[in-house]
């Protein structure tokens, strides 16, 4: 099936287009001529043995689809919708073991151990030291930047909190936490030549998570502590994690938690220094709004696919069992059937019912709160002590095929506050009170 509206041989996984921009304008086309549309790919070039997937553009049935596992599996060909071609079908296989790539029964099971771990009163019990962390973070960052001002915001920012959340909820040294920011680089940027990663050396850092998680899971076995993990494993048998378990999500939590959090606040910020009316309202008011409008904006992760289980119809289009069906969240979250003005960034949108945490159902984002609690600790730190950030050079896209990144971001501070008694500062708790950990498409 062609369509008239696109280039022959568009792809909406095609990693140098993702590099280069979010493809808006196509996805409007779509969404208006041909909501389900089938993306005719050669075979291989996804990693998979197939002609090409379905694109599912539209808010209301990306929705459909995530709300039901009986027809569309994220087992069967996992939730990555491209991998590099020459990854092996065994090195998918051994993905399903993620808890993003199972299907009830099975994610079921998985899912409810690991949510004792994402509780309102767990989450809670983070903010006060991630608050501190984030001050930090970013006072850190005032202090390395050049005699122009002028520092790499992705990398002295944004990274940062989402990393330290993680290695405050399971437990890992803060010492440790630059190996796992290069695992989950290594991981997720294997489509970006700057980095020169294979999918051989992707696996290896998968493979470098799991270990060293499990050796963490088999210490607290060993002498469990007051933390997520002796919750998550100490007792296995009776309801809990196995190691390898436990390292499997680890991962998730490297790339789910973090690639894509990191990736809402360097979008978030980039957002807040080309709409100054936004930042000098969110300055003023800090509105519990703002952190579900940045994912929204950003929607970090673009697609994730699911694979259909029979025969059954979407937007009009038969689906045949065994059909790749990619949902993209970055068309469902500028969807104007659903969102008034969707082109405009507006940290008071209410109701905002993107799906930039997923699209409900079983893979509804586990860590959403934990999200927007980093989200909202980083940004009212960064009012605080960087209030006149501005823009020094426009932002650096990772070539992802899935991923909607930044690699880097270069601002500059025209003056530093931060006293207690700064304007603003009186507004911090409010924003980052929001009940709500990683702004990815679901878990």
Not at 245 to 274: D, K, P
Request: net charge negative.
């Amino acid at each position: 099936m062609s369509c008239p509206h696109l280039p022959e041989g568009f792809d909406f996984t095609d990693p140098d287009l993702l590099q280069a921009r979010i493809p808006h304008p196509e996805f409007a086309r779509m969404r208006q001529t041909a909501p389900v549309w089938w993306c005719a790919q050669p075979a291989g070039i996804s990693g998979f043995d197939d002609e090409g997937y379905w694109v599912v553009t539209r808010h209301a049935d990306v929705k459909y689809v995530s709300t039901h596992p009986e027809l569309f599996s994220s087992n069967t060909n996992t939730a990555v919708i491209r991998f590099n071609e020459s990854i092996s079908r065994d090195q998918i296989e051994v993905q399903k073991l993620i808890m993003l790539n199972m299907d009830p029964p099975e994610h079921t099971r998985v899912r409810q151990i690991v949510q004792r771990g994402f509780t309102p009163r767990a989450v809670r019990s983070l903010e006060q030291a991630l608050r501190s962390r984030a001050r930090s973070i970013v006072e850190t960052a005032l202090a390395s930047a050049d005699e122009n001002g002028s520092f790499d915001f992705v990398t002295n920012i944004a990274v940062e909190l989402p990393l330290q959340a993680i290695a405050e909820l399971i437990g890992v040294p803060q010492e440790d936490r630059s190996k796992l920011f290069d695992w989950s680089n290594k991981m997720a940027a294997y489509d970006d030549p700057e980095y020169a990663i294979t999918e051989e050396v992707g696996t290896e850092a998968a493979m470098e998570i799991v270990s060293y998680s499990m050796n963490l899971a088999a210490a607290r076995k060993e002498c469990p502590a007051k933390d997520i993990v002796s919750q998550l494993v100490a007792a296995e048998g009776e309801g809990n994690l196995s190691s390898d378990e436990f390292g499997f999500f680890v991962i998730l939590l490297a790339v789910a938690g973090n690639e894509t959090t990191r990736n809402a606040i360097s979008h978030g910020m980039h957002a807040f220094l080309g709409h100054p009316d936004q930042w000098e309202l969110y300055k003023r008011e800090r509105p519990e709004t703002t952190a579900e409008e940045i994912v929204r904006w950003a929607t970090p992760v673009v697609s994730f696919q699911r694979t259909a289980t029979q025969d059954t119809e979407l937007g009009g289009q038969r689906i045949k069992k065994g059909d790749r069906v990619g949902l993209f969240y970055s068309s469902a979250n500028n969807d104007p059937e659903v969102f008034d003005r969707p082109e405009t960034f507006d940290i008071t949108r209410d109701p905002n019912p993107h799906l930039g945490f997923g699209g409900g159902g079983p893979h509804f984002c586990l860590g959403k709160s934990l999200a927007v609690m980093e989200i909202n600790l980083i940004f009212n730190a960064i009012a605080e002590v960087l209030p006149d950030l501005r823009l020094v050079e426009d932002p650096r896209r990772l070539r992802s095929a899935w991923l909607n990144g930044i690699k880097q971001l270069q601002v500059s501070s025209a003056g530093a506050s931060g006293a207690p008694g700064a304007p603003g500062a009186s507004g911090a708790s409010g924003a980052s009170g929001a009940s709500g950990a990683g702004a990815s498409a679901g878990s």
